[in-house]
């Protein structure tokens, strides 16, 4: 690999690197996986995305001090070099309250239920409390989205509620679960992965 192609590493975890996203090689993926009825399931997207509408979206992101989102890629393996396989943001970032909300797509679904997400979400949560100095962090999934609430929940996050028939999905009023994570229930969750590489 040349050093030319390495990566921009933002952070480092067991799986995951996270890196600034990059407008020249990043869109493609980006646009299939946001269009992809999979993935669409689980989040609140609805409505088909150019091109042209991720790269406004990206432009966007370089002069916002709400929303950071980062790539997420998995870490180099044996000389051969990561890959791109989803986005992991901190969103409505509140620097009075000192809150923010998560957010996770791993577009790349080969990826799924195999611990990258949460490899790249202790990361998030590691800037946004001990670099950002955050308070708190909340995120909200689908009631059915098991797997985005169980990740979640191993990282240390609590359901805060629930906002019945919320978000209309495959024909249905779902219900949204809301939950909240503190800095210092995360604190021995990471102590812990740091240690072993185990959330639970
Ligand atoms: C949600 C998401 C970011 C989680 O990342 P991930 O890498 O798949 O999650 P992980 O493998 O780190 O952890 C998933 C947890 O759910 C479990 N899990 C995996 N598949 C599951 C399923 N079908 N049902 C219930 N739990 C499941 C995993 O085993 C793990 O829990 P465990 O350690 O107790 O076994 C990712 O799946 C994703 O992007 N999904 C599509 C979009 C999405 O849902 N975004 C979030 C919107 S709120």
């Known amino acids: 690999m040349k050093t030319t192609d390495l990566p921009a590493v933002f952070s480092t975890g067991r799986?995951?690197?996270?890196?600034?996203?990059?407008?020249?090689?990043?869109?493609?993926?980006?646009?299939?996986?946001?269009?992809?009825p999979e993935v669409q399931q689980y989040v609140g997207m609805f409505?088909?995305?150019?091109?042209?509408?991720?790269?406004?979206?990206?432009?966007?992101?370089?002069?916002?001090?709400?929303?950071?989102?980062?790539?997420?890629?998995?870490?180099p393996a044996k000389g051969r070099p990561g890959t791109?396989?989803?986005?992991?943001?901190?969103?409505?970032?509140?620097?009075?309250?000192?809150?923010?909300?998560?957010?996770?797509?791993?577009?790349?679904?080969?990826?799924?239920?195999r611990g990258y997400g949460t490899d790249a979400k202790m990361q998030v949560i590691n800037y946004a409390f001990n670099a950002m100095n955050l308070r708190k962090?909340?995120?909200a999934a689908l009631a059915y989205n098991q797997r985005s609430l169980r990740y979640s929940i191993h990282c240390g996050y609590k359901v805060e509620g629930t906002r019945k028939r919320q978000i209309f999905?495959?024909?249905?009023?779902?219900?949204?679960?809301?939950?909240?994570?503190?800095?210092?229930?995360?604190?021995?969750i990471w102590r812990k992965y740091q240690r072993t590489g185990r959330v639970k």
Not at 47 to 70: C, G, H, M, R, Y
Request: net charge negative; glycine share 8%; proline share 3%.
């Open 169 to 188: 999905k495959d024909g249905e009023y779902r219900d949204l679960i809301i939950l909240g994570l503190f800095r210092e229930d995360w604190l021995p």
């Open 137 to 139: 962090l909340t995120s």
């Open 47 to 75: 409505l088909p995305s150019t091109l042209e509408q991720e790269k406004a979206w990206l432009e966007k992101l370089d002069n916002d001090d709400k929303n950071i989102v980062f790539a997420i890629e998995t870490k």
């Open 84 to 113: 791109f396989i989803g986005l992991m943001g901190l969103h409505g970032i509140n620097w009075k309250d000192r809150v923010a909300e998560t957010g996770a797509i791993i577009g790349d679904k080969r990826y799924w239920g």
């Open 15 to 36: 799986k995951t690197i996270l890196r600034p996203l990059n407008k020249a090689t990043d869109l493609a993926s980006i646009v299939r996986w946001v269009n992809d």
